[in-house]
C-alpha cells in the first residue's frame, strides 16, 4: 500500500508538527505526507513543512471537506490516509489498515478509536460528548460511518467521490456515498489515535457544542442518519436523548465515575447543542444555507498558483458533493435526506 497522507488543516500551528511526525514515523512509513493548509491566519504551513510536510496551501476558506479534495487532487498514492490536524497516528496506523486490505478486498476503509490527549475538565468534556461512540475498545467490524480523524480509504473503492467543502457532516456524507459504490468500512479498535485538540475553555466548549448540534440538525435533514426523528419532533431533544446515550457509554467503557462529576458539564453541553439544533432549523426555515466554501478558490503550492485541469474537475465534482446534493457515484440521495 502506498498512502497519501492528507492532514486538512486551519490555525493549527501548535499541533500540525505532531500529526505530520506521527505519520513519517509509522512501522510502514507513507508515500507521502500532505498538510492542505486552509487559509490558517497562524504560522500553521511553516510548523507542517518544517516538520517535514509538503504543503498545500489556499487563498481562500475551503473547509475541512474543502481542504480534503485538495489533498485528494495532489495525492500520488493508491490510498488515501486522513489525519486530523490536532491528531496524533499509533505507529501501527497504515501497517494494520494495510493487512486489512489484503485479508478483505470487500473492505474499503479502516479507522479506529479516540483516546483523549488533553486530560482536564475541558478535554475530557470535549472527548466524551464529541466521540463517546468511539471511546470504547469493543469488538472491530463493519461500520456505517467512521470519523475522518483518522482513517484510511482505498483510492479504487473511492473513485470520483470527494467531500463536501463545509465542516458540517462532511465526513459523514463522504461515507456515505463511498459505501454506495459497494464495500464496507471497518472498524479496528486496536487503531487508537490521540486526540490533541485546543478546545480548552468553558467560551470554546460553548462554540463547540453549538457547532455540533447545528451539524445534527443538518445531517438528519439531509442524510439518512439515526435520529431523523429529531427533525419531525424537536421537542424530543428536550428529553436529552444524546445525553442518555454519552453517559451510558461512557459507563460501558468504565468512565461511570467520570460520568457522575462531570453530568452537570454534560448538561450544559447538551443545552448548548439544542440552541445550535435550533439555530440551523431556524436559518434553514428563512433560506440561510450554512457557510461554505469561497468562490473560486486558489491553491498554491511551492509558491506558485496551480490549478491545472485534473484539480478543476475534482472541483467540479467536489461542487455536486454539498450536502443535500447527489455526490457522484453515490446514485440518487437518500430518500430521507453531517457530524
Not at 199 to 220: M, S, W
Not at 278 to 290: K, Q, W
Not at 324 to 330: F, N
Request: hydrophobic share 40%; aromatic share 8%; net charge positive.
Amino acid at each position: 500500500m502506498r498512502a497519501s497522507v492528507v492532514i486538512p488543516c486551519r490555525n493549527a500551528e501548535r499541533t500540525v508538527a505532531d500529526s505530520v511526525r506521527s505519520a513519517f514515523e509509522q512501522t510502514e512509513p507513507p508515500l507521502e505526507v500532505l498538510v492542505v493548509d486552509d487559509a490558517s491566519t497562524d504560522a500553521s504551513a511553516e510548523a507542517a513543512r518544517r516538520a517535514g510536510a509538503r504543503v498545500i496551501s489556499s487563498r481562500t476558506r475551503r473547509n475541512a471537506g474543502g481542504a480534503r479534495n485538495a489533498g485528494m487532487a495532489a495525492a500520488k498514492g493508491d490510498a488515501f490516509a486522513f489525519l486530523d490536524a490536532d491528531a496524533v497516528a499509533p505507529r501501527d496506523w497504515l501497517e494494520r489498515a494495510r493487512k486489512t486490505f489484503e485479508g478483505d478486498p470487500g473492505i474499503v476503509a479502516v479507522g479506529g478509536r479516540i483516546a483523549n490527549g488533553r486530560p482536564g475538565r475541558w478535554g475530557e468534556l470535549d472527548w466524551f460528548l464529541n466521540h463517546s461512540e468511539w471511546i470504547r475498545a469493543g469488538r472491530p467490524g463493519p461500520r456505517k460511518n467512521i470519523p475522518t480523524m483518522g482513517i484510511v480509504y482505498r483510492c479504487d473503492a473511492v473513485g470520483d467521490v470527494r467531500f463536501p467543502e463545509t465542516n458540517s457532516g462532511e465526513d459523514t456524507a463522504f461515507a456515505l456515498a463511498v459505501l454506495a459504490r459497494g464495500g464496507t468500512l471497518w472498524y479496528d479498535p486496536e487503531i487508537v489515535l490521540t486526540h490533541r485538540h485546543e478546545r480548552l475553555d468553558p467560551e470554546a466548549f460553548r462554540e463547540k457544542q453549538v457547532a455540533c448540534g447545528r451539524t445534527i440538525y443538518l445531517t438528519r435533514v439531509r442524510l439518512d442518519r439515526p435520529g431523523k426523528v429529531l427533525v419531525k419532533w424537536p421537542a424530543l431533544l428536550f428529553l436529552f436523548p444524546h445525553l442518555w446515550v454519552t453517559v451510558a457509554r461512557m459507563a460501558r467503557a468504565g468512565y461511570a465515575s467520570r460520568a457522575a462529576a462531570l453530568f452537570p458539564w454534560l448538561v450544559a453541553g447538551e443545552v448548548h447543542r439544542i440552541r445550535g439544533f435550533f439555530d440551523a432549523r431556524r436559518e434553514r426555515a428563512v433560506g440561510v444555507d450554512p457557510p461554505r466554501r469561497e468562490e473560486s478558490p486558489e491553491v498554491i503550492e511551492g509558491g506558485a498558483s496551480r490549478r491545472g485541469s485534473a484539480s478543476v474537475a475534482r472541483d467540479q465534482a467536489s461542487g455536486r458533493a454539498r450536502l443535500g446534493e447527489p455526490l457522484a457515484g453515490s446514485g440518487p440521495e437518500p430518500a430521507s435526506a453531517t457530524k
